[in-house]
């Protein structure tokens, strides 16, 4: 089978899910191709941010003047803390079926500068982010009614990020979500079959290939995974066997700031704009169990496909059959390879 000309499906392990490849396609002529876009620039301060320091948010609570970090309770919380375990299952036909879901919302500021971002800020500025995130990862799933912490950051109003301010949410939950559900299923799975850990071998799968590899430290690889699904998707994963971020030594902790900056950046330079994306940190649920089987890692999944306007969707046959993509990960690893070494 030749994977760069013919269709094919390939398989994700980490979830057992499939997407489609047709690499012929991507030799059709691009059209529609849109001039770039004007971006303004942001102020380092804006008085009408709620999340800027010293301002006043929804609800009329007023902002510290931070220095650092900021970390607060979402004022518009998907999720509250004091919600009672119920399962509610109408004429016990297993049909419609409704729980409870007992959660905490936070918003984490990453710099009190509005204008910044992880791909403008310093190495030394995205150190206190980490530490942050790995603070709230310990707090939150330390509750006794939260099993998994799933800290994420959403950038650019393409993927409905209402604010330009540098900042991530975490959405803690007493249930797993489906997305870490699938991967703990799959990474159990693996390494009862195999005796080890499914991505400690597939990242040295793909440091003998290099193919894919768009970017590496010497704690972090950060690649376009074989399987990936999203144009210019990215899996960061760690060298070393950790489960979650608590287990990140202080070297390990640059690094991971280090390869952030540089895959943000990198970014950056795709379309000649600020990218928009998905973020998040995939750690063990927090559910007291060992979870040896568990990798940390981190997915970027961003829309843009063709030009800084130009996304990618999920319709017709991705959302009633399996995912499709046609610029193979290989191709969009090299690009972004290409980027990730040129100065900006
Ligand atoms: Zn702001
Ligand atoms: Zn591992
Ligand atoms: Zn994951």
New binding site residues.
């Given amino acids: 089978m030749k994977l760069t000309e013919e269709p094919h499906r390939r398989l994700n392990p980490l979830t057992n899910e499939w997407v489609l490849v047709s690499p012929h396609r991507a030799t059709r002529p691009w059209q529609g191709e849109v001039a770039k876009l004007q971006t303004t620039p942001?102020p380092a301060?804006?008085p009408s941010?709620?999340?800027?320091p010293g301002?006043e948010r929804a609800g009329g609570i007023r902002n510290p003047r931070y220095a650092s970090t900021f970390v607060f309770e979402n004022d518009f919380a998907a999720l509250k803390p004091d919600v009672t375990s119920e399962r509610l299952d109408i004429e016990n036909a297993e049909l419609l079926v409704a729980e409870t879901e007992p959660g905490i919302c936070r918003v984490i500021?990453f710099s009190?500068?509005?204008d910044l971002t992880l791909a403008t800020m310093s190495v030394q500025d995205i150190e206190p982010v980490v530490h942050t995130w790995v603070g709230q990862f310990r707090e939150l799933g330390g509750l006794d009614k939260i099993n998994y912490v799933q800290i994420f950051e959403n950038r650019g109003a393409m993927m409905g990020a209402s604010?330009?301010?540098p900042h991530c949410q975490i959405w803690a939950t007493a249930s797993i979500p489906d997305a870490p559900s699938k991967e703990l299923a799959a990474q159990s799975a693996y390494l009862q079959k195999r005796g080890r850990c499914l991505l400690c071998d597939y990242v040295g799968l793909e440091a003998k290939q290099e193919l894919r590899i768009v970017s590496e430290n010497d704690a972090f690889v950060a690649l376009v995974p074989f399987w990936a699904i999203w144009p210019f998707e990215l899996l960061i994963c760690s060298r070393r066997h950790l489960k979650d971020m608590t287990e990140l030594t202080h070297e390990e902790t640059r690094c991971l700031s280090e390869i952030l900056q540089h895959v943000t950046s990198t970014y950056d330079k795709v379309f000649g704009v600020p990218f928009p994306y998905s973020m998040g940190l995939h750690q063990a649920p927090t559910d007291g169990q060992k979870h040896s089987e568990w990798h940390f890692h981190a997915h970027f999944y961003p829309p843009l496909l063709r030009s800084a306007t130009i996304r990618k969707f999920m319709v017709g046959f991705e959302m009633l059959g399996t995912p499709q993509r046609d610029i193979t990960p290989e191709i969009a690893a090299e690009r972004l390879r290409e980027l990730a070494v040129t100065k900006r």
């Fill in positions: 942001q301060y804006d941010c709620y999340l800027c301002n500021c009190p500068h509005h604010n330009p301010h």
